[in-house]
């Protein structure tokens, strides 16, 4: 038969997911950190440590981007996200990624029965 409709407008189920990105420049010397909120495939907000405060994209997003642009604890818990996540992250994944000596391979074996 056909394949379920996946669509959530159709289904009934909505997807919220939150992303955060580490952007890094010739290592950690220039660090980016993007967060964005999507509902439904649709980006309500976003935080960009190059500007500093979250900024709404839909109207919604625009109240929430006001409302945790207005606490200091969370402002600043961003703005160093930079550090304690970005930095942090890059030095338990470089010896795993940036450092990699042996190029990844897509070969597989597959074992023969004995009989």
């Known amino acids: 038969g056909a394949p379920p409709d996946l669509c959530p407008a159709h289904s009934g189920v909505f997807q919220r997911m939150f992303k955060a990105e580490c952007h890094f420049i010739n290592g950690t010397e220039k660090v980016r950190y993007v967060a964005r909120g ?31 642009n207005s606490d200091p604890d969370l402002m600043e818990n961003r703005r160093t996200a930079v550090d304690w996540l970005c930095r942090v992250s890059y030095k338990i994944v470089t010896p795993f990624s940036v450092e990699r000596r042996v190029p990844p391979s897509s070969s597989q074996s597959i074992p023969i029965p004995s009989q």
């Open 38 to 68: 999507i509902y439904n495939r649709e980006e309500l907000y976003h935080y960009d440590s190059d500007v500093g405060h979250f900024v709404g994209l839909t109207p919604y997003g625009e109240k929430l981007a006001q409302y945790w």
